[in-house]
């Protein structure tokens, strides 16, 4: 018998936990052929290598020697084309044929620009692939003034780095808020304090018309207001799952991918994972498209597991972000928005901390968390609101102890059992293995 | 493996685990540092220590962006200085919040065992922490639960909450 050839679209984070959740699983015995557009890298420390924490070479993931050790075909450079479901067959950028028995889509997102004039030029730069990031540490210099125009997580992730390069730091903002997909109107307002007391300017509720060049840099021209001029404009206005190459290929999309609890699409022998893959939201029971990265460890895992003939069932993805400024965390879980929920939420402003918890019935099924990084207790909390969310843990008469005191999370997680009902919980049924063990 | 088996009972909330182990991973005697915390029950009238239980799964180590958490010889999921970059992915993957993040070395760090001689058990003058080999176990849950029996029982009483 031939031996089973598996095809990994995407060498990122989706794609190498599949490839090596496969190897885990069959030592070797299938064929992986890897197609990916970049070099394997995490997308994750591009910050810290904008911010010049670390060096360009602590970016990469899989290294030619690491792919290789994992019996790895690449095909590094090579985009996928397109895709013939009925005769198992990807055709690639260059004209090269791979067959596959199975395949996994994890093409990743691209960054989207706001659709204005100008918004293509020179020195206006996204900061989303290793590439972008290239770009951008070779223009950020001391005094550079620099515009982020977007205040969501992504944004948020390189707003340190801005700043420890000693550049003046202008953030813009279409929502009323910043951060408008991560916490709410009140956290948001703490953050902007605290963002403002560390000398960024912030500009909420603006809509830029227009990107000029003029003697003075860049102008900015927006709806309302006065322009704003820069040396280096990023634009954070979002992504969008990378699902061209799919046209004609039957398999079914949505805003992504849609998948089932296997992480097989609408054609059986074709998987997809991480952020082009429409799954099943932990929280909410619903297929939701979460671009993170642990929501793409976890779907390549599963989708690896099965690909090497393991049966695993996802319970779902639990929506989730972390992001420090200037020491302050700001982390939300789950369903932190859900407008039906009770909440319980409490603000300390002389401590700079706020929670917000969601409740359906006993359970938390959503939580906000604001607080400074020095503070030993916001970590440690982080950690136990995504175990109560996460466990769906029901708390009894906990519930109003939370209510009256939000920040009493530990007495509660500890005296509910929440430990016990998550220690018998791992992804793939069995104990994980660090990936540098495998093979 | 061994593991550390917490019998709280024997807790008498000294903080001597909490100072040991700072000492242990840091060199200097601050609790704040410690990965082991104790915390109090029933009004300060019993203490319990709580800390990583190496869980099978290892959120973090799988979370972990770089390869940067990977298990020990004596089986302890530790984190690589080197490779960390602090990003704390790991402190939002680890439900039991047992893995921290330190500000002065943008690093995360959480319990490794000591490398096999955990300064928390040893410090113990009442060996509330034993390092044994053990199934890994929620210690905890039934001795909390039972200290706030009467704690909830008085706020609910008095019509706290809801």
């Given at each position: 018998m031939a031996r089973r050839r598996h095809v990994i679209v995407g060498g990122g984070t989706a794609g190498l936990n599949a490839i090596t959740t496969i190897r885990e699983q069959d030592a070797g015995a299938s064929e992986i052929a890897l197609v990916s557009a970049?070099?394997?890298?995490?997308?994750?420390v591009l910050p810290y290598f904008l911010g010049r924490r670390?060096?360009?070479?602590?970016?990469?993931?899989?290294?030619p020697a690491r792919l290789e050790a994992l019996r790895v075909q690449p095909y590094l450079g090579?985009?996928?084309?397109?895709?013939d479901a009925t005769a198992r067959r990807l055709t690639l950028d260059d004209g090269t044929v791979l067959d596959y028995d199975d395949l996994l889509i994890a093409t990743g997102s691209s960054a989207i620009r706001?659709?204005?004039?100008?918004?293509?030029?020179?020195g206006l730069h996204s900061f989303w692939t290793l590439e972008q990031a290239r770009r951008v540490v070779a223009e950020i210099a001391p005094g550079s003034r620099v515009i982020l125009v977007g205040a969501g997580f992504i944004a948020f992730t390189i707003l340190n780095a801005i700043l420890d390069l000693e550049a003046r730091l202008t953030i813009v903002e279409i929502?009323?808020?910043?951060l408008p997909r991560m916490i709410d109107r009140t956290g948001a307002e703490m953050v902007e304090g605290w963002l403002r007391r560390h000398g960024v300017e912030i500009h909420t509720g603006v809509t830029l018309t227009g990107i000029e060049e003029s003697p003075e840099g860049k102008r900015l021209r927006f709806q309302r207001g006065e322009d704003l001029l820069a040396d280096v404009v990023i634009m954070a206005t979002g992504i969008r799952p990378n699902?061209?190459?799919?046209?004609?290929?039957?398999v079914a999309v949505n805003r992504g991918v849609l998948v089932d609890d296997h992480l097989?699409?609408?054609?059986?022998t074709i998987y997809a994972a991480g952020d082009v893959a429409e799954g099943r939201d932990l929280v909410t029971g619903e297929p939701a498209l979460h671009a993170i990265e642990p929501t793409a460890m976890e779907h390549g895992r599963i989708a690896g597991a099965n690909m090497a003939g393991d049966d695993v069932a996802y319970r779902g993805s639990l929506l989730m972000n972390i992001v420090e400024v200037r020491g302050l965390e700001i982390a939300s879980f789950g369903?932190?928005?859900?407008?039906t929920g009770e909440t319980s939420a409490m603000l300390r402003p002389e401590r700079s901390a706020y929670r917000k918890l969601v409740w359906d019935g006993d359970r938390l099924i959503g939580a906000m968390i604001v607080g400074k990084?020095?503070?030993?207790?916001t970590t440690n909390d982080v950690g136990m609101l995504k175990g109560l969310v996460q466990s769906g843990k029901r708390l009894g008469p906990w519930k109003a102890h939370l209510h009256r005191n939000?920040?009493?999370l530990k007495r509660a997680f500890v005296a509910s059992g929440t430990t016990a009902s998550l220690l018998p919980r791992t992804l793939l049924g069995r104990p994980s293995i660090p990936a540098e063990q495998i093979p | 493996m061994k593991i550390l088996r917490i019998?709280?009972?024997?807790?008498?909330?000294?903080?001597r685990c909490e100072i040991a182990c700072s000492y242990m991973q840091?060199?200097?005697?601050?609790?704040?540092?410690?990965v082991i915390r104790v915390s109090s029950f029933e009004a300060h009238t019993s203490y319990a220590p709580y800390t990583c239980?190496?869980?099978?799964?290892?959120w973090c180590m799988t979370a972990c962006p770089v390869e940067a958490i990977t298990l020990s010889p004596v089986g302890a999921k530790v984190v690589v200085e080197d490779r960390?970059?602090?990003?704390k992915l790991c402190t939002i993957a680890?439900?039991?919040?047992?893995i921290f993040y330190n500000p002065d070395t943008h690093k995360a760090f959480k319990c490794n065992l000591c490398d096999g001689h955990p300064a928390c058990a040893e410090a113990c003058p009442t060996q509330a922490i034993e390092y044994v080999e053990a199934e890994t176990a929620d210690w905890l849950g039934a001795f909390a639960a039972a200290r706030a029996q009467p704690h909830l029982a008085t706020a609910l009483a008095r019509g706290e909450g809801r």
């Open positions: 970049e070099p394997p890298y995490s997308r994750m670390i060096a360009e070479s602590h970016v990469f993931t899989a290294t090579r985009k996928a084309q397109s895709l706001a659709p204005v004039p100008g918004a293509d030029g020179r929502a009323p808020q910043i699902l061209e190459w799919l046209a004609g290929s039957g097989r699409s609408s054609v059986p369903a932190w928005e859900a407008q990084t020095n503070d030993i207790w939000p920040f009493d | 019998i709280p009972e024997r807790c008498t909330g000294c903080l840091t060199g200097t005697f601050q609790p704040a540092k410690s239980t190496q869980c099978s799964e290892g960390c970059v602090g990003c680890c439900p039991y919040g047992t």
